[in-house]
Structure formats: C-alpha cells, structure tokens
C-alpha cells in the first residue's frame, strides 16, 4: 500500500520545499496540502504540481481540521501515515503588532491537529517549531533539546505553547508525536519579508537594505532542503515524545549574511541603512543538533556558502515569482509600516 502524507502549510517555504521531496524520495507516496493559502502561501509554490496524480490539495484552515474526521472523503477516505505539522504564523515582526493572528494558528491550530490525530487521521505527528522558543543566548553555548523555554517574542510564546500541547499529549493520551526545532531556514520560495530574501530582493531593485540595531545579532543558517530532510528524518526514526534540534552549524551576523547577498549580486555596502531595532530583538541563536546526528543519522549537506549561492541563483532566475509578491498592495502596505519611517530615519554607518 502506498505511503500517505499529508502537510499543513504545505503551500508556504518549507512546506512546499517538503512535499516536493516527498514526491521526489518515494515514487508510490500520496503528498496532500492542507492550507488556507493566507499572505505567504499565496505565491503559487506548488502551482507546477497541478498535473501531478500524487498530489493533493485542499484549501482549508488547520483551526478547523476537527471538521474533517477520519475517513473524511475529502482527505482520501484513509488515515494518513503522518501528518507534518508546518502551518505556523512565523514572521516575529508580525507578531509584535498583529499577536492574536498567532496565538489562533499556532496554538489553537496545533490543538485542532493534536485533536484530529487523537481522534485517527493520522499514525504520526511531526510538529516543525523553532529555535526561537529557547529564548536568546550570551556570547557562548548552544541550545540543546533540554534547555530551558524562554521565549521573547509572541511568535516565539506561541511556538513554545504549540510544542507543549503535542508533548503533553503524547505523554497524556500516548500520541505518536516527536517535535523538531530548526534553526533560520533560507532557500527557494522562501516569502521576501524574511531577513536574506528581503535583502536580496531590495538589492536588485536599488532600494535601501533595511538592518535592525547595529546587525550584529547572530543566527544559525540551515538550508531548507536540510532541513526537509531533518522532518522526514524524524518521521522515519525518532522517538514518540522526544524533541530534536536541527541546526546548520552555520552561525553568523545579520551584518554578515546581508554582506555577502551583496557580495553575490555584485552590489555596494552603500546600500545598508541601519535602522531602528525591532522591540526585544534576541541576540543570539545557535543549535546543538549532536541529538539529531547520533538518533536520526542527519546532518545538513550545504555549508552556508554553497547555500547561498544556490538561493541567489533561484531568485535571480525566478523574478516573476518574487516581483509578484512584492509589488502587491498588502506586501507594500506591510513593508511601508515595518520598515518606512525607519529607512527614513536610518543612517549608512552602524550605530556605536
């Protein structure tokens, strides 16, 4: 019989970099999309998909997947092998101004899977979370699965509550569920309001590159394909109520990445403007993912370098995709209240 996977948020980044390895790893397997194709699942990531018979979609939002029971038609009438769990609000800028949006999908929405898979939709649960729930780290140490949930942000608050509802179940009703936590993804379709596509994209279009604080906040980069090899890792072999990291081993300044997007596209440093910093703006992430390698046997395949240039590559080869999204009225409202009065106000040289 064949394999069935189903992904929420499957039209978004990572979702849709993963049913696409799903579909490329396992020439028998049904990939089916659950997602409510809000602002950054709108860019037709999967539109190439349509003739494929292996994939499906349904355009529903995960607040309401009790809605469709074990054996529901619309979902294949069958229960499904695992459910990987991405549909998330993930944008900490948003969540400073616009929290609710992210209290209702990531932690009410996680109830509705935790609730659907209790009730048979699915044998598995692979809920997708970030480093961001462990809080902010000094100048030395990695978060490990046992450190501490301090989170600083009401994205990274709602992230750390969605873990502990598919932890608690699995230890309360004996849920089949393991919870990952990844480090800053980047790659192709990945929305332009995030840190290395908004740089890439505002480069080549001239305009200036918008830095919070001085950029010197540090962050561990994982390539999203690594990643999506992580989550299907962590299908495959971990352990029922157990967390695991995956990291890229890849930790650099803000100042640094924006530098060598620069670097790649061949354009001047004169393009920075260092603006205002974000309210609780953490200072430093990095993953220990010595648990992923030892338990799953992963570890990421691109050093940042390589990364990089293979997501430049992809933006600059699919132009219609990002100037679609950025010429639209909602991005450029967006962008104009994030970042406006603080490029206005912003300066060349890093603050002291």
Known sequence: MRARWLVTGGSGFIGSNLVRRLLAGDPACEVWNLDALTYAGSGGNLDDLGGEPRYRFLRADVCDLAGFPPGDARLGGAPFDAVFHLAAESHVDRSTVEAVDFVRTNVLGTQAVVDWVRAGGARRLVHCSTDEVYGSLGPRGRFRETTPLDPRSPYAASKAASDLLVLAAAHTHGIDAVVTRCSNN?????????????????ALDGEPLPLYGDGRQVRDWLFVGDHCEGLIAACGRGRAGEVYNFGGSAERENLAVVRAVLAALRKPESLIRFVEDRPGHDRRYAMDASKARRVLGWRPRRRFERGLRETVAWYLAREEWWRRIRSSGGFRAYYD???GR???EGRAEAPA
């Open 342 to 344: 603080r490029i206005r």
């Open 186 to 202: 980047y790659g192709p379709f990945q929305f332009p309001e995030k840190l290395i596509p908004l740089m890439l994209t505002n």
């Open 337 to 339: 209240r994030m970042y």
